[in-house]
Structures are given as structure tokens and as C-alpha cells.
């Protein structure tokens, strides 16, 4: 068994994968929120109260 290449294989995927954390989670979190945001802020503002809980709540 070639452990020298197992274990540069495992430090290759590691780093990797580190690279593209922030593709990989970071983008989807930024991406949601944004959408959150603005289309919560655009609706929100036409929404009347129901019952005296505001749309925001």
C-alpha cells in the first residue's frame, strides 16, 4: 500500500476543498438573504396589518 500517495491525495481534496468553501456555502447564505431582503422589503411596505401583527413580525 502507497501511503505517501494516499496521504498526498488527502492534502490535495483537503485544500481543495477549503478553496471552494466559499462557492460552495458562503454564495447560497449571501444569495438567500439578499433575496430575503429585497423582495421582504418590497412586499412588506404593500402589506397591511392583520389582526395588528405587521408583515415583518
Not at 8 to 25: G, K
Not at 27 to 55: C, E, H, K, N, W
Amino acid at each position: 500500500m502507497n501511503l505517501h500517495a494516499i496521504r498526498a491525495i488527502y492534502h490535495f481534496e483537503l485544500a481543495r476543498t477549503w478553496r471552494t468553501v466559499l462557492q460552495s456555502i458562503a454564495s447560497p447564505v449571501i444569495s438567500t438573504s439578499l433575496y430575503f431582503i429585497v423582495f421582504g422589503s418590497a412586499i412588506g411596505s404593500r402589506m397591511t396589518q392583520i389582526d395588528g401583527i405587521s408583515y415583518g413580525a
